[in-house]
């Protein structure tokens, strides 16, 4: 197993390091949160071990850096923050677990191999709907084969539709996942962005798949409206 240890305190990092190698692992280490992403990022890993407080960016950022980037792997917090509410913070980071100094290293070895066999999280990056594609990474949208030009809040409207494809999706969730609207700006941005949308991807094709559902928001679906298969 590949193990990244991001470690500022030398001792410590000796000391996990050490026991890891004994184990038939192999360690790279790093410092700082700096140095850590640059790793991270620049090679695939098992594991990551990382300490909270690091100098030039600390194990927080290192790990929600990361995790913005698309990088998956696992990651075990290991720090002298032991409170409830340094937990929850290093969860909600991206952490996968928790391991409080001072530690024995049976445990901190064995939360190691448990992340390792955890199967890997594999991000969708293509969402289809019949034959609507949106390509995440390319950025770029075909119906049928065809390639469809959406402007960037036409592309974020189809991409959240997609991810809530056969449900009903409101104007307010569209006003708070899109625009980071958490209040109604009485304006009629939503219809006006929906109508370009649906010229878009609907126009000329011979199944409309935006559909409005009356009194309650937006449906994205390739079954006809009334919600059952033709025939």
Avoid: C
């Avoid at 390319?138 to 997609?162: N, P, W």
């Amino acid at each position: 197993m590949k193990i990244l240890l991001v470690e500022d305190d030398k001792q410590t990092a000796d000391y996990v390091a050490k026991g890891l190698r004994e184990h038939g692992h192999t360690v790279d280490r790093a410092d700082n949160g700096r140095d850590g992403l640059f790793l991270a990022a620049s090679e695939p890993y098992d594991v990551m071990v990382v300490d909270r407080h690091m100098p030039q960016m600390d194990g927080l950022s290192l790990v929600k850096a990361a995790r913005a980037t698309g990088i998956k792997t696992p990651v075990l917090f290991l720090t002298t923050m032991g409170g409830v509410d340094d937990r929850v913070e290093g969860l909600e980071a991206g952490g996968d677990d928790y391991l409080t100094k001072p530690f024995a290293f049976a445990e901190l070895l064995a939360r190691v191999s448990a992340l390792a066999r955890r199967p890997p999280i594999v991000a969708a990056t293509k969402l289809a709907v019949g034959d609507l594609e949106l390509d995440l990474l390319g950025r770029s949208v075909t119906r049928a084969g065809k390639r469809l030009d959406l402007l960037a809040q036409e592309f974020k409207i189809l991409e959240f539709m997609l991810r809530h494809a056969g449900e009903v999706v409101t104007r307010t969730m569209l006003l708070e996942k899109v625009w980071d609207f958490h209040f109604d700006p009485k304006t009629n941005i939503v219809e006006t962005h929906i109508s370009r949308l649906r010229s878009k991807i609907d126009k000329g094709f011979d199944k409309a798949m935006l559909q409005t559902v009356r009194g309650a928001g937006y449906m994205l679906t390739d079954r006809p409206p009334g919600g059952s298969d033709a025939g």
